[in-house]
């Protein structure tokens, strides 16, 4: 069993890949055996994993890209491919939250929601896919949410662009099955990233133990999932052993999907 669910010689990009998921799934992966790409604007913890992953014996490479940029995207894929010949997988993981029903949501947050949640994904699946596709083939990881398919409180921005990262995951699956390209998207619920930290302190000043806990129980398992957790499953999606799995959508929430009453 210790076989199972290995990278090695495949060349893995990971967006976001400087902290919380896309961290996790970097180290992951350069730990099942890939060649791991990170592209991320937060240069420093960037470099640190990089570094980190290296030092622990594996291979990674960092990218400082504005994943909104279409051309940055461009030109940092092509670097990928110069570097690394071939690229066999991509996990598209940045992005970021925000907060507030259509009334709270003002066209600059929509924008920004729009850029850094969809237009970065498909900046990265135009650029990426014709390497795949002269790769032989490859898989595809978005990281949706459980927002993509159901309706939260508060969440209007970042519901409307994570329902466009599974529209966008199914299409994909469909356009490329041919070329060897599956396309699967993973729906976490509430993680434990530095972000909900960060978000908890600045909203809730004082009360961090409790809001903590509060948000906790929102998933029925009675805890936020851990980053690892869902790199674990992507790991899997992006293995050989998931070479029949395309066109899928992974809830990974602790059962708030189907177990919330």
Known sequence: MSGLFRLTDKIAVV??????????????????????????????????????????GGIAYFYNCDLSNHDAVQNTFNSIK?????????????????????????????????????????????????????????????????????????????????????????????????????CNAVGPGRVHTPFVDSFISNNFPGQEKETFERLSKTQPIGRMGKPEEIAHLITYLCSDEAGFVTGSFYPIDGGFMNLNT
């Open 15 to 56: 967006t976001g890949g400087s902290k919380g998921i896309g961290r996790s799934v970097a180290e992951v992966f350069a730990g099942q055996g890939a060649v791991v790409h990170i592209i991320d604007v937060d240069e420093e913890n960037g470099v640190l994993v990089r570094d980190r992953i290296k030092n622990s």
């Open 82 to 182: 110069d570097t690394s010949s071939k690229i066999n997988v991509l996990v598209n993981n940045a992005g970021v939250s925000s907060i507030g029903s259509v009334m709270q949501s003002p066209p600059d947050e929509v924008d920004r929601l729009y850029q850094m949640n969809i237009k970065s994904v498909y900046n990265c699946l135009y650029a990426c896919i014709p390497h795949m596709i002269d790769s032989g083939g490859g898989s595809i990881v978005n990281v949706a949410s459980v927002a993509s398919l159901l309706g939260i409180s508060d969440r209007f921005a970042y519901s409307m662009s994570k329902g466009a990262v599974y529209a966008m995951t199914m299409s994909i699956a469909k356009d490329y099955i041919s070329d060897h390209i599956r």
